[in-house]
T-cell receptor
Framework: AQSVTQLGSHVSVSEGALVLLRCNYSSSVPPYLFWYVQYPNQGLQLLLK??????LVKGINGFEAEFKKSETSFHLTKPSAHMSDAAEYFC??????????????FGKGTHLIIQP | KAGVTQTPRYLIKTRGQQVTLSCSPISGHRSVSWYQQTPGQGLQFLFE???????NKGNFPGRFSGRQFSNSRSEMNVSTLELGDSALYLC????????????FGPGTRLLVL
């Protein structure tokens, strides 16, 4: 069984400030971890993905995330927030159950607000 | 390559009716997964189809069903609609292997009155 906890349903930062969105996961098998972003009235867009090749993962739009097994965390960061980063962010986990493309288990999401 | 497409984008139904949603995956992708997104429950996995066979299933009642055609296009059906079925239904496609990135479509927003 897998689960994802995203701390903070809303996070507000000033434009130009550091963005930190927290994600902790639980998985009984080695996990694949993802961060997706959702803009209003749109589907989900992949930001980045962890697949055990490297613990620090770089994604699109300047985002990156670090996998920490000891802390079961996969927090998302961006050094300098931009107004266009305002959106809903989802952390997701999947594992191998023998069935191939397993369903993603998502966190509840974090709404990122950028203040001018 | 064209992305994942879903039709229709918006739908209004009344309680007790049934509805069919369609998803066309990225060309070459053989796996299609469906998700329900609601404000209360968030994003939840419904089921996944690969080569016309349901391979994985989430925890939803039997009113929710799906199928996949030989060209990998997939349909999802909800029978006897309830108010709580109002949601954004998202489909995602992959080539079908373990741990692959799922690419999402724009979703179908269903409103049940």
């Amino acid at each position: 069984a897998q689960s994802v906890t995203q701390l903070g349903s809303h996070v507000s930062v000033s434009e130009g400030a550091l963005v930190l969105l927290r994600c902790n996961y639980s998985s009984s098998v080695p996990p694949y971890l993802f961060w997706y972003v959702q803009y209003p009235n749109q589907g989900l867009q992949l930001l980045l993905k962890y697949t055990s090749a490297a613990t620090l993962v770089k994604g699109i739009n300047g985002f990156e995330a670090e996998f920490k097994k000891s802390e079961t965390s996969f927090h998302l960061t961006k050094p300098s927030a931009h107004m266009s980063d305002a959106a809903e962010y989802f952390c997701a986990v999947t594992g191998y159950s023998g069935g191939g493309a397993d369903g993603l288990t998502f966190g509840k999401g974090t709404h990122l607000i950028i203040q001018p | 390559k064209a992305g994942v497409t879903q039709t229709p984008r918006y739908l209004i139904k009344t309680r007790g009716q049934q509805v069919t949603l369609s998803c066309s995956p990225i060309s070459g992708h053989r796996s299609v997964s469906w998700y329900q997104q609601t404000p209360g429950q968030g994003l939840q996995f419904l089921f996944e189809y690969f080569s016309e066979t349901q391979r994985n299933k989430g925890n939803f009642p039997g009113r929710f069903s799906g199928r996949q055609f030989s060209n990998s296009r997939s349909e999802m059906n909800v029978s006897t609609l309830e108010l709580g079925d109002s949601a954004l239904y998202l489909c995602a496609s992959t080539q079908g292997s373990q741990g692959e990135t799922q690419y999402f479509g724009p979703g179908t927003r269903l409103l049940v009155l």
